[in-house]
């Protein structure tokens, strides 16, 4: 069974960092993508980057504009989402996701496995 933890959410203030965590566990995840996603309170959940485990590939967000970068640790078997820039509206619980397949997907749709999430709140 796959499971997904993450962490390194946490209250910044507009223009600060945070480095998001997400630990995998119960599979081999080469022939895995890996997802963040976003929602905020009243709001759909939201794409916010992908990353094909085997290659790196990446894929991100409209809204990111190169404010975020989506990484993998191989040996940690940890997927990371470094927040750079960060803005209130970036306000949201942040979500891993895993899918079984090496399209970068974008929609909730085609993940599989989601962990708990995760909060960020940035305040103005």
């Known amino acids: 069974q796959v499971q997904l933890v993450e962490s390194g959410g946490g209250l910044v203030q507009a223009g600060g960092s945070l480095r998001l965590s997400c630990a995998a566990s119960?599979?081999?995840?080469?022939?895995?993508?890996m997802g963040w996603f976003r929602q905020a309170p009243g709001k759909e959940r939201e794409f916010v980057a992908a990353i094909r485990w085997s290659s790196s590939s990446t894929l991100y967000g409209d809204f990111v504009k190169g404010r975020f970068t989506i990484s993998r640790d191989n040996a940690k078997n940890t997927v990371y989402l470094q927040m750079n820039s960060l803005k209130p509206e970036d306000t949201a619980v942040y979500y891993c996701?895993?899918?079984?397949?090496?399209?970068?997907?974008?929609?909730?749709?085609?993940?599989?496995?989601w962990g708990q999430g995760t909060q960020v709140t940035v305040s103005s």
């Open positions: 996701a895993a899918v079984r397949s090496s399209t970068l997907y974008r929609s909730v749709l085609n993940y599989d496995y």
């Open positions: 119960g599979r081999t995840f080469g022939t895995y993508t």
